[in-house]
């Protein structure tokens, strides 16, 4: 295996730093070396890592491990931007979140990276017209990390979802590239009809903790919702609304909210 990986160096630079710092947690916590090895070393590419990941997490008593791997690899084999979108979610978490100092820690620990790349597979499913997996798959996402994203919703690559407690994602919901958005987000509808239903949200948005974003409205590119805001109507591109119901209270405070993180409203 060793060999396959010093193969391809600097051909995959995001998988190249994985090992990289693989290796310097098996040096420094050599207790943790068997979950290192089994989830990072033992594997030749980013695919299959995330394949085995994924399967790890999401297997039960109804689905074994073995199947949910099979499908993980089958998508990854299939769609190549599954992992080009993983790699684009590794590095939006480590450049936005503090507490993250290694690309190796979303693979390992944080289940919003988690659960995002299981939603990559689940809405692959989804597209292929595979629409009961894809929705087993959304119940062991959701009974796993708390967090219940539709497969029919479509989201965008250096998606970073900090904490990721009791995310909810609707089915017809859009996010777009480099979104950002902390624990209890709510892209929902706002009764019980059909069709499309849910929030668009474009590129560079920043969505606080607790934010709701209800019905098919569109929040425009690089604004940013306060936390525990109740988003009802379109929101302008760049502009920052707080509030229930939210309104606009000001300019969205830097060209890149997403990516600066920077929550404070002021007076």
């Known amino acids: 295996m060793e060999n396959v990986q010093s193969s391809v160096i ?22 943790l070396g068997g979950v290192v090895h089994t989830c990072v070393l033992h594997h ?22 073995q199947i949910l791997r099979e499908i993980c690899d089958e998508a990854y084999a299939a769609d190549s931007s599954l992992a080009m979108a993983a790699r ?25 990276f988690q659960a995002v790349q299981a939603y990559r597979i689940a809405h692959w499913l989804w597209q292929h017209e595979r629409k009961d997996m894809a929705q087993m798959f ?14 029919g919703a479509k989201m965008g690559e250096g998606i970073m979802i900090d904490h990721a407690h009791s995310i909810v994602i ?17 892209l929902g509808g706002t009764g019980k009809d059909d069709g499309d239903r849910h929030p668009k949200i474009a590129d560079g948005v ?38 229930v119901p939210a309104k606009i209270v000001g300019e969205s405070g830097c060209a890149t909210p997403s990516v600066s993180m920077d929550h404070y409203i002021g007076q």
């Open 138 to 151: 959304q119940m062991r996402i959701s009974e796993m990390f708390g967090v219940d994203i539709h497969p």
């Open 88 to 112: 684009a979610d590794i590095v939006a978490v480590y450049e936005r979140d503090p507490s993250c100092h290694r690309f190796l820690q979303p693979l390992l620990y944080f289940k919003g």
């Open 206 to 243: 920043l969505i606080g903790a607790g934010a709701k974003v209800l019905g098919n409205i569109t929040v425009g590119m690089c604004s940013r919702i306060a936390a525990g805001s109740v988003v009802l109507h379109d929101v302008p591109a760049k502009k920052t609304v707080a509030g």
């Open 44 to 65: 030749s590419s980013i695919e299959e890592a995330l394949a085995y990941r994924i399967a790890t997490k999401l297997a039960s008593s109804e689905m074994s491990e």
């Open 170 to 186: 609707g089915e017809t919901a859009v996010v777009g590239n480099n979104v950002s958005m902390l624990h209890a987000v709510t």
């Open 10 to 31: 600097g051909l995959d630079p995001v998988w190249d730093r994985l090992i990289n710092e693989a290796h310097e947690v098996v040096e420094n916590e050599p207790l």
